[in-house]
């Protein structure tokens, strides 16, 4: 059973913006490479973003300008700052862990077990 881990979802009109966080403290000991992805119902599931150990990202194409992913080095919590959402960032999102140890990359995402729920984003037109 997939515990709620995953919050911040909710409905913007076309051109708000929400804040996605995901607790990450049982996945970033020593190498990680975190990120998020999502699934619409009937669609493919998308890699979103990713981070890894050192800070470095990736974004999709979709995406990229307008999300922007990290994590508080605190509190060890994985957060994703989505703006400017469109109609198409609507579904389900989920955050992951890579632990291949291959290159942090959000097409990689697509095929990650989510740690919880996931989230609802839904944006009107």
């Known amino acids: 059973q997939a515990q709620p881990v995953e919050s911040g979802g909710g409905s913007v009109q076309t051109g708000g913006s929400l804040r996605l966080s995901c607790p990450a403290s049982g996945y970033t000991n020593g190498y990680h490479c975190l990120g998020w992805f999502r699934q619409a119902p009937g669609k493919e599931r998308e890699g979103v973003a990713t981070i890894d150990t050192r800070g470095h990202t990736s974004y999709a194409d979709s995406v990229k300008g307008r999300f922007t992913i990290s994590k508080d080095s605190g509190t060890n919590i994985l957060h994703l700052q989505m703006n400017s959402l469109k109609s198409e960032d609507t579904g389900m999102y989920y955050c992951?862990?890579?632990?291949?140890?291959?290159?942090?990359?959000?097409?990689?995402?697509?095929?990650?077990?989510?740690w919880g729920q996931g989230t609802q984003v839904t944006v009107s037109s």
């Open positions: 992951a862990n890579d632990s291949s140890g291959g290159y942090c990359y959000f097409r990689n995402f697509a095929y990650m077990n989510p």
